[in-house]
């Protein structure tokens, strides 16, 4: 992946940031790419090292890291504890030298007990600038992004992947709409797949990780004794394309669906026999052509109540971020009653 990326890039980003480009605010508001690293659970590396030998190891990745920034064009803009923010004149150079910077610590040969992982966040948009120090939404949604990814992952906006070039853009996959605290539209997230081995499948441990780091819901759905975390959408039906294809002859071909909605879960009915939602504390809805908002737990069933003996069943659980570790019911309701 990297090699493939230095190959395309070529001479093609040829604009440093200096420092003396960037002495007062004369300019209006400049493009470049904000980009956040940080050594992921230093808490444990110090824990296990020892201060001294973790902030010499710390040290070392921080001056990976201004090594990198300079080779692409770049540089670091400040020190933030055990990571660094730096900025790029461009997108392409911002995402090879988080490629680069992620190579460069998963090569390093050391003991399992003193191996670092990092995590990056970047995004592209207008900055103000004040001498060395750069400023704007650009810095804080870039700041979110390094907050979202887990331990050797990049993850970036579905508006920075669009100034990618498009060789690099081939380099992603989008994972989902999350919500950004000060924006107010969800921000769609991406990763970029700087391991060669990486393929374009979405892995559910990463995305599951994101989604609990943005402090949203998550949905959990148990049907035939297969546990399905819902990330944005699923469809329930007997064609074979849906999330959840079912087997009762009273459901539809495409019967119902499961969306997340800001921090909510909404099921729609489309079918011709309707949608019932059987609540853990009794509660029973029958939707026909309608939606409504999923809460607590229970059970959804097509075209018949929970209680009937032939109804197939879906378990469902719906997760704050207070409760994301507490696992869904392992039995369902079976009826309406509780």
Request: aromatic fraction near 4%.
């Amino acid at each position: 992946m990297l090699t493939a990326l230095g190959r395309t890039l070529g001479s093609a980003a040829g604009r440093r940031v200096p420092r003396s480009a960037t002495r007062t605010m004369e300019a209006p508001e400049n493009d470049l790419t904000i980009l956040f690293v940080d050594v992921s659970d230093s808490v444990r590396l110090y824990e296990s090292l020892g201060d001294a030998v973790a902030f010499r190891e710390v040290r070392e990745c921080l001056t990976v890291f201004e090594e990198v920034a300079a080779g692409h064009h770049g540089r670091v803009v400040k020190t933030i504890g055990d990571g660094s923010m730096c900025v790029f004149p461009d997108v392409d150079s911002a995402m090879l030298a988080a490629c680069e910077m992620q190579a460069r610590l998963q090569q390093r040969t050391m003991p399992h007990d003193r191996q670092i992982e990092i995590r990056i966040g970047l995004h592209h948009g207008p900055v103000l600038l004040e001498g060395d120090d750069v400023y704007g939404d650009t810095v804080n949604t870039a700041s979110r992004m390094a907050q979202f990814a887990a331990a050797g992952q990049i993850i970036t906006t579905g508006e920075t992947v669009a100034q990618l070039s498009p060789a690099h853009r081939n380099a992603t996959r989008r994972l989902d709409a999350l919500p950004v605290k000060g924006k107010h539209d969800e921000v769609t997230v991406h990763e970029v797949l700087w391991q060669a081995s990486t393929d374009h499948t979405q892995m559910p441990g990463r995305i599951d990780t994101i989604i609990q780091r943005a402090g949203i819901a998550r949905l959990r759905l148990l049907h035939a004794g297969r546990e399905i975390i819902v990330v944005a959408s699923i469809t329930m039906g007997r064609h074979a394309n849906n999330g959840i294809v079912l087997k009762d002859p009273m459901a539809s071909r495409h019967h119902a669906f499961i969306e997340r909605r800001k921090d909510k879960f909404v099921i729609g009915d489309q079918s011709s026999n309707g949608t019932f939602v059987a609540m853990k504390n009794g509660e029973e809805f029958k939707l026909r052509r309608e939606e409504m908002v999923l809460y607590g737990s229970g059970a959804i069933t097509f075209g018949h109540r929970a209680r009937d003996k032939d109804a197939e069943i879906v378990g469902f659980w719906c997760e704050s971020k207070n409760n994301a570790d507490t696992p869904p019911p392992a039995n369902p309701p079976s009826n309406g009653a509780s």
